[in-house]
């Protein structure tokens, strides 16, 4: 029988695991530290992991191991090559939670454009009952019919923001950090232009050396004043400091972000502490975090489990990266 150990349950709630006894000895952890990573993993043939940091360093202890599932689509975290070098498998899934960051992404917008949440609070706390009008004329929604929405990283997930966007009378442009022109019914035009004429700007783009800090105080300031900024990408892409100062300087209108450079975000973090508040909407990254895009995530690691050891991948070892992780969202490394 196989050890299989779970490195970070927690991050997926009350999630049933016991589809994996099927496959051998499963042991659950809630979390692991990074002191606790090494003993957990020595004798494992089998490591489903989330965020644990899987180096060298620490993947040399692991002399059983043959296969990685990570429960996120990025590799960022594993140091392939030392995985490569010791026929360690990697697997990830994508395209698991489309659908609800896209929707999220827009429920975040919408929020800030309609005040939800000044509006919630002004009625909860008795101020709507204190008018003596039919309807509260302060802190009015915004329209988003007519808008221009900037797209930063038009991939599934932009991609299906996007039709959104449109269905709500927007007009869509993006921009594509690597350079790749979709074909799609979007105009793709230049960061800058982007920046400038965009009403809305929303980031779906992942981390790399072109995306990591990409929107600056610099940048920020090239921006309409009453723009706004969504960011359900990741949270390094946004400079947070500065994304703090043109708030606090009235630069742009508002953000509303899913993701942040350090999670969870630490409790001195400037964007808790702006002189309004009302500006900024925050979720703890939870946009991926559906029932059904959970469900869709598991199913995907099972289905990488049975695929691995069913030999049925053997004959595409050989195959591209781009493509496995594709087709199979598997990385032989």
């Known amino acids: 029988m196989k050890k299989i150990v779970v490195l970070d349950s ?3 709630g009350d999630f049933c695991f016991n589809r994996l006894n099927q496959y051998g000895n499963v042991e659950i952890y809630k979390s692991t530290s990074r002191d606790e990573l090494i003993e957990r993993i020595k ?8 965020q644990a940091v899987l180096n060298k360093e620490v993947l040399e202890h692991a002399e059983k191991l043959e296969l990685i599932c990570q429960m996120t689509t990025g590799f960022n975290i594993i140091d392939i090559e030392y995985a490569r070098e010791k026929g360690i498998a990697v697997t990830n899934v994508a395209g698991y939670s489309t659908h609800t960051v896209a929707q999220h992404s ?3 917008l919408l929020s800030l454009m309609n005040k939800i949440v000044i509006q919630d609070k002004f009625v909860k706390d008795g101020e709507f009952s ?4 039919f309807a509260s004329p302060y802190n009015n929604p915004a329209q988003l019919f007519g808008k221009t929405v900037g ?5 599934n997930i932009g991609r299906q923001a996007a039709k959104v966007f449109d269905a709500f009378g927007a007009k869509v442009i993006y921009y594509s950090p690597s350079g790749n022109k979709q074909d799609v019914p979007y105009e793709m035009v230049s960061f800058e232009k982007l920046i400038k004429e965009s ?8 981390l790399n050396k072109k995306t990591e800090g990409l929107i600056n105080y610099e940048v920020l300031k090239m921006m309409k004043k009453d723009a706004l900024i969504v960011n359900v990408g ?5 400079v947070e400091k500065d994304l703090t100062r043109a708030l606090n300087e009235n630069l742009i209108g508002g953000a509303a972000l899913d993701v942040f450079t350090v999670e969870p975000i630490e409790a001195y973090n400037p964007l808790l502490h702006l002189d309004n508040p009302s500006k900024i909407v925050l979720t703890p990254h939870s946009a991926w975090l559906s029932a059904e895009a959970k469900e869709t995530l598991f199913s995907g690691v099972l289905s990488n489990i049975d695929s691995f050891y069913s030999g049925g991948i053997e004959n595409r070892i050989e195959t591209p990266l781009d493509i496995l992780i594709k087709e199979k969202n598997i990385l032989f490394a």
């Open 199 to 206: 009403d809305v700007i929303s980031i779906y783009a992942s």
């Open 106 to 108: 827009i429920a975040l």
């Open 43 to 50: 004798d494992a043939q089998i490591i489903i992991n989330t």
């Open 10 to 12: 927690k991050v997926m």
């Open 130 to 133: 204190k008018l003596n009008t």
């Open 234 to 238: 990741r949270g390094p892409i946004i």
């Open 151 to 155: 797209i930063i990283g038009l991939g």
